[in-house]
C-alpha cells in the first residue's frame, strides 16, 4: 500500500495594506499578548505560567473584512476589579495592535480563566477556570 504524506499546516498570514505586507498571525497575537500584560491586574495571558515565552497562545485574532477579532484569556490578580480589568484589556489591546500593526481591531473579547491569590494572605496559588 502507499503511504500518504500527511501536508504540514502553513502559518496563517495577513495581507491587509494596498502595498502587499504580510504579517504572520503569531505576531498579531504576539502584539496583543503584550499588551494586555502591561494592563495593570492582569496576572497572566494563557492558562501556561507566568512569564513564559509562548503567551501568544492566549490570544486568537481571526480577520473578517478586513478587521481582526480578538480572543485574549487572562488570569486577573486577586482583588481587582474584574470588569474593569477587562475593559481596560480591551481598550490597549485595541489600540496596540492598530497602531503597532496598522490592522482595524473590530471586537476584544477577553475570557478570564483564573484568578491569581499569590498577594493574598501569603497564599501561592492561582485558580484556573477550565
Known amino acids: 500500500m502507499a503511504e500518504k504524506k500527511v501536508a504540514k499546516p502553513v ?22 499578548a503584550l499588551a494586555a500584560t502591561e494592563v495593570d491586574g492582569v496576572y497572566n495571558v ?21 478587521s481582526a477579532v480578538c480572543d485574549v484569556s487572562i488570569s486577573v490578580k486577586f482583588g481587582e ?3 474593569e480589568v477587562a475593559g481596560n484589556v ?16 473590530n471586537t476584544v473579547n477577553v475570557h478570564v ?8 494572605a501569603g497564599a501561592k496559588t492561582a485558580v484556573t477556570m477550565k
Not at 491587509?16 to 504576539?30: A, E, F, K, P, Q
Not at 480591551?90 to 481591531?105: A, C, D, F, P
Not at 480563566?113 to 493574598?120: A, K, L, M
Open 11 to 32: 502559518k496563517e498570514t495577513v495581507d491587509y495594506t494596498d502595498d502587499g505586507v504580510r504579517i504572520s498571525n503569531d505576531v498579531i497575537c504576539v502584539v496583543g
Open 46 to 66: 494563557g492558562s501556561g505560567p507566568k512569564g513564559k515565552k509562548n503567551i501568544y497562545k492566549g490570544v486568537k485574532v481571526k480577520l473578517q473584512d478586513n
Open 81 to 83: 476589579n474584574i470588569k
Open 90 to 105: 480591551q481598550k490597549n489591546v485595541k489600540r496596540s495592535i492598530e497602531s503597532m500593526l496598522g490592522l482595524k481591531v
Open 113 to 120: 480563566i483564573g484568578v491569581d491569590f499569590e498577594g493574598s
